[in-house]
């Protein structure tokens, strides 16, 4: 008879633990493992909600996705062991496409892509590592091109460009180990150029000269420079 009694007690016991799903709303984080709440034991299962997948003593593991208010959904990915793994993608609240690329075990890893919520590529480059690698491009919102350059264990190097909305050149010069160096040149809106003159270490140096969009010396800023800063007109 105990054995029969205790039966039905086992049974609910089994029910209340990872075989039964949990709202997303009902679960806490701790130190980055969740609990449902009012409980201290990692929890197990399936989660429901506007965040749905499922997690494995407190950690999300295998698909998940989430939702905005409306229904719309806002990113799909997989997890392991509580990391982002492989394929992911985000969308904005209007339903475009706002961001992909890849994980490896929790850092950015390959090809990697933003957009403008009209649907307009904003950016565009790969990861190594985690960290930025190789040419990079950037887009504003009409699609015209407004930075380009490479990147090197995540510091900017070599040559860059960046341009006006109008589409004439804003600036130009090189990177080394993520700090300006060398000559640089910009211009105004209007195509009129605003300065040029040498970086060393990411700070003005030497010969530096300054022109108004009128074309005229800029004299409170032309002259010689050491270490960023000015030492005679």
């Not at 989430?66 to 997890?79: A, H, I, V």
């Amino acid at each position: 008879m105990k054995t029969l009694f205790l039966l039905p007690i086992l049974f609910l016991s089994l029910l209340s633990t990872s075989c039964w799903g949990v709202d997303w709303d009902d679960l806490v984080e701790r130190d980055y493992i969740y609990y449902k709440k009012f409980t201290e034991t990692p929890f197990t299962g399936k989660v429901s909600g506007k965040k749905q997948g499922e997690m494995k003593n407190g950690i999300k593991e295998g698909e998940w996705v989430e939702y905005y208010e409306d229904g719309q959904l806002s990113y799909k990915g997989r997890y392991k062991n509580g990391e982002e793994l492989g394929k992911w993608v985000l969308y904005y609240a209007n339903g475009q496409l706002k961001e992909k690329g890849s994980f490896g075990t929790g850092r950015f890893e390959g090809e990697y892509f933003t957009y403008h919520a009209n649907g307009q590529l904003k950016e565009k480059g790969s990861f190594k590592n985690g960290k930025k690698d190789g040419e990079w491009v950037q887009y504003d919102e009409t699609g015209q091109l407004w930075n380009k350059g490479s990147y090197k264990n995540g510091k900017g190097e070599g040559e860059w460009v960046n341009y006006h909305k109008n589409g004439k050149l804003r600036s130009k010069g090189s990177y080394k180990n993520g700090k300006k160096e060398g000559g640089w040149v910009s211009y105004h809106e209007n195509g009129q150029l605003w300065n040029k003159g040498s970086y060393k270490n990411g700070k003005y140096e030497n010969d530096w000269v300054w022109y108004t969009e009128d074309g005229e010396i800029w004299m409170a800023k032309t002259g010689t420079y050491k270490n960023g800063k000015k030492v005679s007109d």
